[in-house]
């Protein structure tokens, strides 16, 4: 019986998903609550034909120098900051994410957090539930998002999403993006330079990826460019901010209020001043986080390390560059799993 791949995942992942990636291969996972430590993770991948990354983790060269059955590795998310690609393309090693069956989901999150923020609906809610309905007060006023600008950082297909949202809401939609798209006539969208976005929008979403270029772009100067009376939201990642910043934007009234997905660093301890802000509306990174889109995502990951261990096309490569070809028959693999169904080439023969 032919042994099956062995797939290393350093943390936990829902169960239903296990189960199934359970069917194809040999599953090694870390099991505890604690962060796997990245040597033992790397002793474990000495063994391995593939990866599940679960995060915190750093994927790099230096991850899977000593792994050389290594044949795929995949994540449960869309975003890969942290994961090294060009070194996992050096080492041959495709990379699975999970674009587009999250985009609905998080564009969801993103518009629930800009209504709720523009409403003041957590302030609202907070002097209802203590009983002090009659003491709010008056200038905890919300503002109409119907005839306002929404100007996105980040166009991609959430972003898109978020668009379409803000539209049904009566809102202008104007992004930055390194290149104007060329669907903006379809979509009803209007490419903006960053300065004259930041001037022109009441409304600031962040979607773009965290990436070099985009590392602590929201910083002083970029806040002072918004209107004082615009609402920021993040819902790309945590560190596109400069945390210190935002801070002193929101108590000096540099801006009027930000609505957070995602803050540097995550989690936010007890302590931090981000929380003792009461213009500041912060989710715990839950963009993606439904019971349907989880499942699709994990799922997905699945078949991208399946595919990897077999070494067959990742359904979703970020470096296809050396992703596997379909047309490549891996025959030793064939017949391996002719001769664990109990089928031989004897069988074939007149
Ligand atoms: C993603 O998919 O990148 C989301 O941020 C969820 O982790």
Redesign the pocket.
């Known amino acids: 019986m032919k042994k099956k791949p062995v797939v290393v995942v350093n943390g936990l992942v829902r169960k239903d998903a296990m189960a199934y990636l359970a069917e194809h291969v040999e599953i090694r996972q870390w099991t505890e609550k604690t962060v796997m430590p990245r040597e033992i993770l790397k002793e474990w991948l000495k063994e391995a034909d593939g990866l599940w990354s679960v995060r915190p983790l750093t994927v790099d060269g230096d991850l899977i120098k000593d792994a050389p059955n290594l044949k795929v590795i995949a994540q449960a ?3 890969y900051d942290n994961v090294k690609i060009d070194e996992l393309t050096a080492a041959g090693i495709p990379y699975g994410n ?1 674009p587009g069956v ?1 985009n609905e989901t ?1 564009a969801e999150l993103a518009f629930t957090i800009i209504a709720t923020a523009s409403r003041r609906i957590l302030e609202n809610v907070t002097f209802v539930k203590s009983g002090r309905w009659a003491e709010r007060p008056s200038n905890i006023k919300g503002f109409d998002l119907s005839r306002r600008t929404l100007g996105i950082i980040g166009m991609g297909a959430i972003g898109l999403a978020i668009s379409r949202r803000a539209r049904a809401f009566g809102m202008t939609v104007v992004y930055h993006n390194r290149h104007p798209r060329q669907d903006d006539a379809i979509y009803r969208t209007t490419y903006m330079e960053l300065d004259e976005l930041l001037a022109t929008s009441d409304v600031v979403c962040i979607m773009a990826p965290l990436t070099d270029e985009t590392y602590h772009m929201c910083d002083a100067e970029f806040f002072k460019k918004m209107k004082s009376t615009a609402l920021f939201v993040n819902v790309g990642r945590g560190p596109i901010v400069d945390t210190e910043a935002l801070i002193e934007a929101l108590k000096n009234g540099v801006i009027d209020y930000a609505a957070l997905d995602v803050t540097d660093p995550e989690p936010l301890p007890a302590d931090h001043p981000l929380l003792s802000l009461d213009n500041c509306l912060i989710v715990p ?1 839950i ?2 986080y439904t019971d349907r889109t989880r499942y699709d ?1 994990s799922i997905l990951t699945a078949d991208n390390i399946i595919a990897g261990v077999h070494k067959q096309p990742l359904k979703c490569c970020v470096n296809e560059e050396v992703n596997y070809e379909k047309t490549k028959m891996d025959m030793e693999t064939a017949l391996a799993e002719l001769k664990a169904a109990g089928v031989s080439l004897s069988d074939f023969e007149d």
């Open positions: 998310a869309v975003g999970t999250l998080v990174h963009g993606s995502m």
